[in-house]
């Protein structure tokens, strides 16, 4: 599924929701001035995948929107975003993280699910639960990453300081 993008309204400010795969295909320009202006919130929740022609695009996009000395924020980023804020340096730029999603499985019952986790602004990453309640049967869901290295990017975040 190629990518696509809502603006929505919301009483923090408008967020643009980005959801499918960021490939070479997809169409990062056009978000650069979208919004009121201010710091351009995106929620990558729905990005189930970026390849690597993607992430050179996605790279191109996130100077751009520095250059426009506008702010950038990744909200609720998918565990294919935080994949790339872990290996790629550069990723998010001058943006700032404040929330991933979690991925989880059940393994009685196959169901997969995510939970927010919020990444507070300085000191040290928070925890994340190592279980959590399958929302299908009800058991122990685990979770389906790493967890020593899942939220590695926000040492590498705080150490950088600001741009
Ligand atoms: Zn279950």
């Known amino acids: 599924m190629s990518m696509r993008w809502a603006v929505e309204s919301q009483s923090s400010g408008h967020v643009v929701r980005i959801s499918g795969s960021i490939t070479e295909e997809a169409d990062l320009h056009a978000l650069v001035a979208l919004g009121d202006g201010g710091t351009l919130r995106l929620d990558l929740a729905g990005v189930d ?37 872990n290996m790629v340096s550069n990723f998010r ?28 602004e300085g000191g040290s990453p928070p925890q994340i639960p190592t279980s959590i309640t399958c929302r299908h049967c009800g058991g122990a869901a685990e979770f389906d990453d790493l967890p020593d290295s899942y939220m590695g990017f926000v040492g590498l975040m705080h150490a950088e300081g600001p741009p």
């Open 49 to 85: 995948e970026i390849n690597s022609c993607g992430v050179r695009e996605w790279i191109r996009f996130v100077r751009r929107v520095s250059e426009t000395a506008r702010g950038l924020e990744l909200v609720r980023c998918s565990p294919a975003i935080v994949r790339q804020l």
């Open 93 to 120: 730029g001058a943006g700032q993280v404040t929330s991933v999603m979690l991925p989880y499985y059940c393994a009685s019952c196959g169901t997969e699910q995510e939970q927010l986790l919020e990444v507070p």
